[in-house]
């Protein structure tokens, strides 16, 4: 009696908390809207935008590089008064007809304040690839963040399915334990019916009773899956965890065609981002050996100055006033000796081309494993729906049988109880096939990439 106490106190307080959660907001969700809620909320999804975004913003940094620069300097200096620079002349130096003392020519003003702005362009004309080979390895890597983010989403949008399902689940789950509970109780009002008339004896009573303390137990379980299912939604989702969830969407398994396993993984290698993604990674470190043999050719640049300066000391004698100025050239530089530095980052970037060759046949294996495993998950999950279909008909056919024997007196209380925990069972492996069908389905959709629709919104 205390045991079966215990289990009302606990229905109770169960019930109690669900109250409270029901009074907070109510969202009616679909699938669909799940989805749309989940990639507008998630951080970690804006985190990796905005990586694919740094990437493209670096890639047309790096680009900048192969075009002429233009840029100004301007100082204003203040210097320290000297004499000015002055030819000094001996009498007689002169010859005749000067006068005969000394004579100070002066040859260069001197100017205190100095001004200046000078003008450069500089356009390279020949890095040996290097501005090349370093803009491809940027634009490569920007494509390959926008992949990783698309795998990101292709990610989130599987795992808010898994969680909305999962939620499903729950709710069916506990809304046939709610009826294996009045199932229960209304065996048990029949068999103290029975032991009222002296038809059974007090311990057929009493075992109905261990089954429905059973099955309310099981009640309290369901509801705290419920609970702790939607919390899972509601977190992935990036709602308020005190959100109450009504699912609007149900499952309706529909037959979609596939088409041969070889085909599906061959879509897969073409459709999923982790693999181009890696692709253009490995097209990345092609151009980083470029880059790291431009070490051997030389550096062709052009470049030219306007000068725009008071005094300009290009300017002789100096006058204290504004003069332009320019200059036109070609410079050439080249390594002769750098004790083998470009040996080495040469052969440091084939080693990273190997690596990245290597990452990309290992990403290849594993998602040809994903897609095989989730073929053959699939064709499973649609044989146990069906086995668990039939198991359900069976379960119910039995019940009822069972239970027109017992009020007839043809049945053993015994049999009652095992056809309704038959029944009990094979509902919920209808519900847990029913689910594995679903989310097998959404879990090959991924493997082969087919999702693209959604996450290139």
Do not use: C
């Not at 007090?202 to 939607?230: F, I, K, P, T």
């Not at 039939?390 to 024997?405: C, D, F, I, M």
């Not at 109880?417 to 038959?422: I, M, N, W, Y």
């Amino acid at each position: 009696m205390r045991k079966k106490i215990q289990h009302y106190t606990l229905l109770i307080l169960s019930i109690i908390l669900w109250s409270t959660m029901s009074a907070q907001e109510k969202l009616a969700l679909t699938i669909e809207k799940s989805i749309e809620i989940g990639l507008e909320n998630s951080k970690s999804l804006h985190s990796s935008l905005m990586k694919a975004q740094a990437a493209d913003s670096k890639s047309g940094e790096t680009h900048t590089s192969l075009l002429p620069s233009l840029k100004a300097n301007a100082s204003y200096n203040r210097l320290s008064d000297v004499p000015p620079f002055a030819a000094i002349i001996a009498p007689n130096e002169l010859g005749p007809g000067f006068p005969p003392q000394q004579v100070t020519w002066t040859l260069s003003q001197t100017v205190l304040d100095n001004y200046n702005l000078r003008l450069s362009l500089q356009q390279p004309l020949f890095t040996g690839w290097r501005l090349q080979s370093s803009a491809q390895m940027a634009e490569y890597s920007a494509q390959a963040a926008e992949q990783d983010y698309n795998k990101d989403k292709s990610e989130l949008v599987y795992n808010i399915k898994s969680a909305y399902w999962n939620l499903y689940k729950a709710n069916e789950f506990k809304k046939v334990i709610d009826e294996n509970v009045e199932q229960t109780g209304a065996h048990l009002k029949d068999v103290e019916n029975f032991y009222a008339q002296g038809l059974v004896m007090e311990n057929e009573v009493l075992r109905v009773e261990v089954q429905l303390s059973n099955a309310e137990v099981l009640q309290l379980d369901a509801q705290n899956n419920v609970q702790l299912s939607m919390l899972a939604l509601n977190n992935t989702i990036g709602i308020p965890l005190g959100t109450t969830i009504e699912l609007a969407s149900e499952i309706q398994p529909q037959e979609k065609t596939y088409g041969d396993q070889n085909a599906l993984v061959e879509t897969a290698l073409q459709n999923r981002p982790e693999v181009r993604g890696m692709d253009l990674r490995v097209k990345a470190t092609e151009s980083g050996v470029t880059l790291a043999r431009s070490g051997w050719l030389p550096q062709i640049y052009l470049a030219g100055n306007y000068y725009y300066a008071r005094p300009n000391s290009r300017i002789f004698p100096t006058v204290d006033q504004f003069r332009d100025t320019w200059d036109m050239g070609i410079s050439v530089s080249m390594d002769i000796w750098n004790w083998g530095t470009t040996v080495y980052q040469t052969s440091q970037a084939q080693a990273q081309l190997a690596q990245a060759h290597d990452a990309l046949g290992q990403l290849r294996d594993a998602v040809n494993l994903e897609v095989t495993q989730s073929y053959f998950n699939l064709s499973q999950s649609k044989a146990k729906l069906a086995v668990a279909e039939k198991g359900v008909s069976q379960a119910e056919e039995n019940y009822r049988v069972t239970r027109e024997k017992f009020k007839s007196g043809l049945a053993l209380n015994s049999d009652l109880l095992d056809a309704e925990a038959a029944l009990l069972q094979a509902k919920w492996n209808r519900i847990q096939a029913t689910v594995d069908r679903e989310l097998a389905d959404a879990r090959l959709e991924k493997a082969i990439g087919r999702d693209s629709s959604i996450i290139n919104k």
